[in-house]
């Protein structure tokens, strides 16, 4: 029997997705496929490729002509071509064409990690290349009912719903040893845990006017932001001009362990399918407060607070509440750790692409 080849082509790579791609690269190599990652550079060396058993190809997140004809002689010769969110997707698109969006006899698969929000004239153009990109692909993979949805809407032949499970954390985390709270400086007060990029849509904007409130409180609760992004500058001004009990620490490597001391967990996002935090907070029952957008509440059912999106008093009520409240932080922690054994593990994961795989190759 012919070795099965598969492309994962990546585009800027979030988190959520550049782990799954990770895993499914491990996962796939280990059931005996042939796996090619396509993606920036500095993904290679950040979540190690190559390390899963992949070949990897570095190609810049761009659509000029040099990249797409790189992206295209890498797909050369494969049996499936998986694109990980919409950038990937036109990007794989346009190289497996024949024509103007003219699909190739290569099954083409996308795995929709999330949206953006975008109004005006940039807002049309990505209505069309979304309903451009789907109906290129043989199979849509959804990772929350809105955006199978949403694919559906654009045109898509075959919208799935398809949970993608973030890989449990694989460095040690230790509980109790107030090690990270003492870094931090949270020995003594509550410490608040937030990580995600720094950029537009993250909520930050938000979670800062909470921590005004928050100031109130005795003793003063500690936020802490891990990521990077463009907007690093702007919340740090506004942090110290405000004299914020808030700190940003960067891009974070012990990041499981840092939120396994926090004594809650804080999403704010604008929109999410599976959020990596909301999926590591309820495994190590950190409580969550969350905004109830995208696949947020069918993600954390009723393990997690869920506000509105942008609404700082809520917000801030809500983590004031739980920090008040032990009780129903003890009750979160608990219902966090079972909501997560409802989750599809990385082998059903993998399992369930292969399957997908297999259905497209054998028509």
């Not at 890498?74 to 346009?94: F, N, P, S, W």
């Not at 099954?107 to 109906?135: C, I, K, N, Q, Y």
């Not at 990772?143 to 799935?160: H, I």
């Not at 938000?206 to 702007?234: F, H, K, S, Y």
Request: net charge positive; glycine share 10%.
């Amino acid at each position: 029997m012919t070795q099965l080849r598969t492309v994962q082509v990546l585009g800027g790579g979030s988190a959520g997705s550049s782990a799954h791609v990770r895993s499914l690269a491990a996962g796939l190599v280990a059931r005996g496929v042939r796996v090619t990652v396509c993606a920036p550079a500095h993904l290679d060396r950040e979540y190690d490729f190559l390390g899963a058993g992949a070949h990897f190809v570095p190609v810049p997140r761009r659509n000029d002509p040099a990249t797409v004809a790189l992206l295209r002689n890498a797909c050369i010769g494969a049996d499936v071509v998986h694109a990980h969110g919409l950038h990937a997707g036109v990007r794989a698109t346009l190289a497996l064409a024949c024509g103007a969006w003219t699909p190739s006899s290569t099954p083409f698969v996308m795995t929709w990690h999330a949206r953006s929000h975008v109004d005006g004239a940039r807002g049309g153009l990505l209505r069309l290349l979304e309903r451009r990109t789907v109906r290129a692909a043989a199979v849509v993979l959804g990772t929350s009912s809105e955006l199978v949805d949403r694919a559906r809407r654009r045109g898509a032949r075959d919208a799935r719903l398809a949970p993608v499970t973030v890989p449990v954390s694989r460095a040690p985390v230790c509980l109790h040893d107030g090690k990270a709270r003492a870094e931090l400086g949270a020995v003594d007060r509550p410490l608040l845990m937030a990580v995600g990029s720094l950029v537009p849509g993250r909520g930050y904007g938000t979670l800062l006017d909470a921590a005004r409130v928050w100031r109130a409180r005795d003793p003063q609760p500690l936020l802490v932001i891990a990521g990077e992004g463009r907007e690093r500058a702007a919340l740090q001004r506004r942090i110290e001009d405000e004299g914020l009990p808030v700190r940003l620490v960067g891009r974070r490597e012990d990041v499981a362990e840092l939120l396994a001391a926090a004594d809650v967990a804080v999403l704010p996002s604008r929109w999410e399918a599976r959020s990596p935090l909301a999926q590591e907070a309820l495994r190590l029952g950190v409580p969550l407060v969350a905004t109830a957008v995208g696949g947020v509440p069918e993600l954390v059912g009723d393990a997690a607070e869920l506000v509105p999106y942008g609404d700082a008093e809520a917000l801030a009520a809500a983590v004031s509440a739980l920090l008040s409240d032990p009780d129903r932080r003890s009750d979160l922690a608990a219902a966090g750790r079972v909501q997560a054994g409802t989750w599809p593990t990385e082998d059903e994961t993998i399992a369930h692409v292969l399957s997908v795989y297999d259905e497209l190759t054998t028509r």
